[in-house]
């Protein structure tokens, strides 16, 4: 009778696993690296209602007026004569983003239009007006 001879004999077998963690990895930059990060204006304001308010799913820069008057950009107040040159910073940045306006209920309209002609200089016409959805 012939006895078997493995390889198993006194050998201890293994899986290698650097190529699955470099794969990971590699996966796990590809994910950080297309996450798109949404800028918030740094201001909570009071929106209007609309029965026409839709979600917008892309990335934009938020631009906040406060009913005081006061602008926000990035998380910090700025001057409307600045508003221009923060926007054409932020597109820059981010080339296909549209601007999205949040401006409070008691806001004047007056302050909101300079905004807008400010972003538009900047070179943005994607200009969107958040408002709350109305039921």
Known sequence: MKKRHTDSEG?????DMTPMLDIVFIMLIF???TTSFV?????QVNRPTADSAQQD???NIMVAIKPNGEV???KRAVDIRSVRANIEKLKAESPESG????????????MLVEVMDQ???AGIMNISL???PGS
Not at 11 to 15: K, L, N, P, R, Y
Not at 39 to 43: A, D, I, N, Q, T
Not at 100 to 108: G, K, L, S
């Open 130 to 132: 958040a408002a709350t």
């Open 31 to 33: 994910f950080i690296v």
């Open 119 to 121: 972003i538009r200089l």
């Open 99 to 110: 601007v999205v306006i949040q401006a409070d209920t008691d806001a004047r309209t007056g």
């Open 72 to 74: 926000w950009i990035d």
């Open 11 to 15: 050998e201890d077998s293994t899986v």
């Open 57 to 59: 799913k892309k990335g």
């Open 39 to 43: 800028k918030e204006s740094g201001v």
